[in-house]
């Protein structure tokens, strides 16, 4: 038996139905489905519709893809400099750049500004007048740096030195005019030399006097009297109880703070103040010395000679 199938979804195809054999309780059939070939050549109109249909379908899947993506990249272009800022954007951009595209880094290799900007160290100064142990110290200027010149006592004690050498030396030659000359001049100098003195010790006095009732200096010394208490104490616990070894105690604490853990931990926190936390030195003479273990902290993280730069201490705090 042959059965014809519609025209317009099966394309003049014929369903035969042959009996093969009969049974008990029914019957074997063979069912062929016999298609028919167009002229051109083609296959069935509905199975050539549903393969357009869903070929259009992907294709509006695609092109709607593409759509999402570019619409969530040009939001992205636009906020995402206004949220992290134009300099974070653009290294996300291009991190992500060569993440999905490998090969684009060994373009921009080629670029002078890639390298500039993507491979160059970026140094972050902390504004503490002692930076943590790991970093080298950088700060404000420190006004015992600036206050170390050579001051007119120096000076006066360096000329009453000279003119006493030389004194002594004529005194020894054999006698002459020049001679006496010498040694008269020499006098005269000599009593020069000591009246300035005297009249500058005096002036220093009365600056002392002046400064001791100046409000700056009456503040400065009670903050970094303070201070100075609660690291005295912590170096006074290790051995350092004079002012030389402080400061040389002080100087190998930041050299290997590691080893002297917790000791160094706790002299940085009283060290490592930022200049807007501490109050204008003025005259005083805790603020002067407080800058003094500044310098033997500064010392010690530039990995200089505690020893040589702190003579005046019989301990070697590296081997304790």
């Not at 069912?31 to 199975?47: D, H, M, P, S």
């Not at 999905?100 to 670029?111: E, G, M, T």
Request: proline share 5%; net charge positive; hydrophobic share 40%.
């Amino acid at each position: 038996m042959k059965l014809q199938l519609p025209e317009y979804f099966f394309h003049g195809a014929t369903l035969k139905v042959s009996p093969r054999a009969m049974t008990k309780t029914g019957a074997l059939v063979h069912v062929e489905l016999e298609t028919k070939e167009n002229e051109n050549g083609q296959g069935r109109i509905f199975f050539h519709k549903i393969k357009k249909y869903i070929k259009k379908k992907l294709v509006s899947a695609a092109i709607a893809i593409i759509l999402v993506v570019k619409l969530i990249a040009l939001k992205l272009i636009f906020v995402l400099p206004l949220i992290l800022g134009v300099t974070t954007a653009k290294k996300m951009f291009l991190k992500l750049l060569l993440f999905l595209f490998p090969a684009l880094s060994h373009i921009f290799k080629l670029c002078s500004w890639y390298h500039q900007n993507y491979h160059t160290t970026k140094y972050h100064h902390h504004h503490h007048l002692i930076t943590h142990h790991h970093k080298v110290p950088v700060g404000p200027p420190n006004p015992y740096i600036r206050a170390k010149k050579t001051t007119p006592k120096d000076a006066y004690e360096v000329e009453k030195d000279a003119l006493i050498r030389a004194a002594s030396l004529a005194a020894t030659a054999p006698p002459s005019s020049i001679r006496d000359e010498i040694l008269r001049v020499t006098a005269v100098k000599l009593q020069e030399t000591n009246r300035v003195k005297t009249e500058t010790d005096l002036v220093k006095q009365q600056q002392e006097i002046i400064a001791a009732s100046d409000p700056d200096t009456i503040a400065a010394e009670k903050f970094y009297g303070s201070l100075l208490e609660k690291v005295d104490a912590i170096l006074t616990s290790i051995g350092a109880s004079d002012a030389g070894c402080r400061e040389r105690a002080i100087c190998s604490l930041y050299g290997d703070p590691f080893k002297h853990a917790p000791y160094s931990n706790l002299v940085s926190n009283e060290l490592s103040k930022d200049s807007n936390e501490l109050v204008p030195a003025a005259d005083s003479k805790q603020a002067l010395r407080y800058y003094r273990y500044v310098q033997a902290a500064r010392d010690g993280q530039e990995q200089k000679d505690c020893l040589s730069t702190y003579p005046h201490c019989n301990i070697d705090y590296n081997r304790a």
